[in-house]
């Protein structure tokens, strides 16, 4: 099963990031048939005399929402020897908490990033629920589930091009659907029929023409294959 990586924003005035530090980095394993990208754009509707359809005009788009199952699991971690599963679910809950960012105060921004991939969405924890489903013989929780949902940040400042969702220099991920196999998938992100391998690796698949519709892959970032 991938690995989900979300890496915290650390405090003080500029937007970085540490894989070094554990206290900035929280692992858990991540089911992709449980992702869900969002999208909404805002449409404003006025009324015109002597027309049953009233005429509507765009007025902007709202930032995309990504919603994951996180798997949290000491329990059958011989590392862990059974300890509490609060100890990943608190670093969640400590992605709502305000922290000082320079001259602001907010929740800290966070990197997710799949497996070896590069960060395919950078955004704040706009909802958390945690679960848990598994308990020791004195109640200590050693399972549970984390439904989150992430709305998409950028600064006022960020580099537009570095933010180019679009780019197939960004890693994202592809929802399949039916009659597209992974030479087609390539074609059409990279340009390249020939780079479908590199895919199939990212997402373990062993025959990439039995792609299933409505399955979840990472799409590694150009650079990285």
Known sequence: MAQMKILVELEG????FSESNPE???IAKFNPNRLTLSRSVQWQSEKVAKRDCPE????GSEPSTLG?????DTYDDPEKKKKSVREYTNKLHLLTTVK???DKHRPPVCRLIWGSMSVFFQGVLQQLQNQFTLFMEDGTPVRATATCTFRQWQSNTSDLKEQNLMSADV???WVVR???TLVSIASREYGDPRKWR???QANGIDDPMSLRPGAVLVLPALHDI
Request: overall charge neutral.
């Open 24 to 26: 900035s980095v929280i």
């Open 178 to 180: 039916h009659g597209q």
């Open 198 to 200: 590199p895919i199939a």
């Open 13 to 16: 005035g500029k937007l970085q």
């Open 56 to 59: 509507t005009q765009y007025t």
């Open 100 to 102: 000082e960012h320079g």
């Open 68 to 72: 994951v199952e996180l798997f949290f």
């Open 171 to 173: 890693a994202k991920v």
